[in-house]
């Protein structure tokens, strides 16, 4: 009987421990500010990061969590009130930030001199990436694009920066993992993909404001 007991006690504690650790390991990542977050996001080994050159072309997306994106928003008022407000602003959509660089530079800086040649990929960066990046299911279906965002940087950045946006239940309910493809915009690497996993997303680390 005694030793019936023992096992019936080690069973709940051994299940008890597997809940715990469980549960740990789904709970979110916090930091204490917005540097520290962003610098675990960019970490490619934490699954927020995806790279890849191709022809001197380097490429990247990285997702943007909601509370970075409060982060930017926030003055010296870190009231919950506000952040509340700002973290419901945007939790409907999902954000991946898309880099293109040459050597360390805007890929602006390694087009031809021609005027025409540098007018047009300025055209394709601020009005045609809508058509040129795309982001789809493992069952090959399209998700929408809601936005994109192209700030010029006019030489003084180290990358080409877009912000894409797309519908977050869309992404997010697409499996164990969609794709994010962008087309040749112009200097022969070809169609560029990404498979990118969803759980990180999900599970995404936040900010102790």
Not at 44 to 73: A, C, H, W
Not at 109 to 131: H, I, K, P, T
Not at 160 to 175: A, M
Request: charged content about 20%.
């Amino acid at each position: 009987m005694l030793e019936n007991s023992f096992f019936r006690i080690l069973n709940k504690t051994a299940l008890w421990c597997g809940v715990l650790i469980f549960f740990g390991s789904c709970s979110q990542k916090a930091f204490e500010n917005r540097a520290k977050l962003m610098a675990y996001v960019n970490n490619p080994e934490n699954g927020y990061t995806k790279e890849k050159s191709i022809n001197g072309i380097d490429f990247s997306i990285t997702y943007r969590p909601t509370d970075m994106l409060v982060s930017q928003q926030l003055s010296d008022n870190l009231s919950e009130k506000l952040i509340d407000s700002l973290r419901a602003k945007y939790q409907d959509q999902i954000y991946f930030n898309v880099t293109l660089s040459k050597n360390k530079q805007e890929i602006l800086s390694s087009v031809n001199n021609s005027r025409n040649d540098f007018g047009a990929m300025v055209n394709q960066l601020a009005f045609g990436m809508g058509n040129k990046a795309h982001l789809f299911t493992r069952s090959k279906d399209t998700i929408e694009l809601l936005d994109y965002i192209y700030p010029r940087m006019y030489g003084m950045g180290g990358a080409t920066n877009i912000l894409f946006v797309y519908p977050r239940k869309e992404v997010l309910d697409s499996g164990a993992f969609f794709y994010f493809t962008i087309e040749d915009i112009g200097f022969s690497t070809g169609e560029v993909g990404f498979k990118v996993a969803t759980k990180p997303l999900v599970n995404e680390p936040r900010i102790n404001f």
